[in-house]
């Protein structure tokens, strides 16, 4: 594969070469293809997570007011996870396959065997920057590939420990961090990648993908929206703690956060006493003063946000104050289906909750949508969990439980429908950023093909 002409990307490198080209150089030699290469990388990610950590932290906590137990977590040691997995699982997932051959094609052989892509780019959010933007690049680096990294803007002082330490723990020849906004993902996607990796919103996510289809390059899309959760039946005190733990994990700025609650009429008080009683167990009478509660990304999110209580009666919650960027968890009843708040994901602590009849007018309401990265289900009747399963369309399900499916690194984690394409984690993250190529081998000795060659007069006696 060749690169396209030279451009500065910004604040990397040498004048007058892209990240790109130069990692291109680096994968055309062979350089990321043998097993010890993969393993040192992953090893390196593993250390850093190991001797870093209080970087990592700080910065964390500079950006979303992150304790550093949450960062540690539900960012580093996913990462560091994933890495170890893709460490014990390497010589497996990189095997070659023999496969049949048809009788016909006899003597001969074929195997299947993953081939690194070469190049990729990988572009991340703010909201688990650190997890969203390292946990794509173990695939990448255990499929034997050359990445650049585009961190979020909005989340600078995580960016900035991630341009200085990986270069420290990785391959520089093979990996490159470039720090910047929009402007700086113009720029690189104005070059050739063999893969790009998206997390984001889905109005970027288009921009990415006409620029990856412009150069038919292809393009993993990890988007979000509105994650639905619903109550039908269950221990309501155990109910609430699930869900105010999900959703109000990092102030609610979480891809897989239940955006609002179905709860089963009859239900509903119930549930909503214990949600408020949840919150303050978790985040005391004052969660401005909670260690374990993090902050809004920035003015312009808290403003949105704050324009979303609008939409329905505050049954607890709704403080906020813009000079921290803090927005109390906050619970929305009296809520209209066709409300600014019911609109788009809400991507912050504010959880609606409205009532619904019964199990049909819940998968009515979701199936009127469009689909979901996840979708939650309370109900302690398998027969209900299967009817959920097959009536829900969603990128993963979770049945009595919110968020924690991403954090198996056995099942694939992605969306589907407007909530995204393709799917990472695990072995998953390794087929992403693999090629499966098929290889058929055939001896020059005894030619049992002269059949099929032209002239085909001879064959027409058989057909
Ligand atoms: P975003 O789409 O605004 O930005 C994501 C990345 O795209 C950033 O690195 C940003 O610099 C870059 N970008 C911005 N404008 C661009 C442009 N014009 N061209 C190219 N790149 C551009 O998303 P965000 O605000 O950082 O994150 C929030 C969204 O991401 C939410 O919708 C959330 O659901 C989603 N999300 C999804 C997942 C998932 O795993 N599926 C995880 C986290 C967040």
């Avoid at 074929?110 to 390292?134: D, F, K, M, S, T």
């Avoid at 990648?193 to 889905?202: E, L, Q, V």
Wanted: with cysteine.
């Amino acid at each position: 594969m060749t690169s396209t002409p030279t451009l500065s990307a910004a604040g990397s490198g040498a004048e007058g070469t892209s990240a790109a080209d130069r990692l291109r150089r680096t994968f055309d030699v062979g350089t990321t293809r043998p097993l010890a290469w993969r393993r040192a990388q992953l090893q390196g990610l593993v250390r850093m997570f190991a001797e870093r950590e209080q970087d990592f932290a700080d910065a964390l906590q500079a950006d979303l007011g992150k304790s550093r137990l949450e960062g540690l977590v539900s960012e580093l040691s996913l990462v560091r996870a994933e890495a170890e997995f893709a460490l014990r699982r390497l010589r497996e997932w990189t095997s070659v396959e023999r496969v049949r051959v048809p009788v016909g094609l006899a003597p001969a052989s074929a195997h299947r065997e993953p081939q690194p892509l070469g190049v990729v780019l990988i572009i991340g959010p703010w909201n688990y920057p650190v997890q969203l933007l390292l946990s794509p690049l173990v695939g990448a680096l255990a499929a034997g590939n050359c990445a650049v990294l585009k961190p979020s803007e909005l989340a600078p002082a995580t960016s900035a420990v991630i341009a200085d330490l990986l270069p420290r723990y990785l391959d520089g020849a093979a990996v490159e961090v470039v720090e910047g906004g929009p402007e700086v993902s113009t720029q690189l996607l104005t070059r050739k990648y063999d893969s790009i990796f998206f997390t984001g919103g889905a109005r970027v996510g288009r921009i990415v993908a006409k620029a990856a289809g412009e150069q038919l390059t292809p393009v993993t899309l990890e988007l979000g929206g509105k994650s639905p959760a619903v109550v039908m039946d269950g221990d309501l005190r155990a109910v609430a703690r699930r869900l105010v733990f999900g959703k109000f994990l990092n102030a609610g700025q979480t891809c897989v956060a239940p955006d609002y609650v179905l709860v089963k009429a009859g239900l509903e008080s119930q549930l909503l006493k214990q949600l408020k009683r949840a919150l303050a167990e978790f985040y005391g009478s004052d969660p401005s003063e909670s260690s374990d509660y993090g902050r809004i990304i920035n003015e312009t999110h808290l403003d949105r946000l704050v324009g979303l209580l609008d939409s329905g009666r505050i049954y607890a919650g709704g403080a906020h104050d813009r000079s921290t960027r803090y927005l109390e968890p906050t619970l929305l009843t009296e809520v209209q289906p066709d409300s600014p708040v019911m609109a788009d994901e809400i991507f912050g602590p504010i959880l609606p909750i409205l009532p619904v009849s019964g199990m049909d007018e819940a998968v009515g309401f979701i199936a009127a949508r469009p689909a979901p990265l996840a979708a939650y289900l309370f109900s302690r009747d398998s027969a209900v969990q299967r009817n959920f399963e097959e009536r829900v369309r969603a990128g993963g399900i979770g049945h009595n439980a919110c968020n924690l499916h991403l954090t198996v690194p056995g099942l694939p984690f992605g969306g589907v429908g407007d909530s995204g394409s393709g799917a990472y984690h695990g072995r998953y993250s390794f087929d992403t950023f693999s090629q499966l190529r098929g290889v058929l081998s055939k001896g020059t000795g005894i030619d049992t093909l002269r059949l099929a060659y032209p002239p085909h007069n001879g064959l027409k006696k058989w057909l």
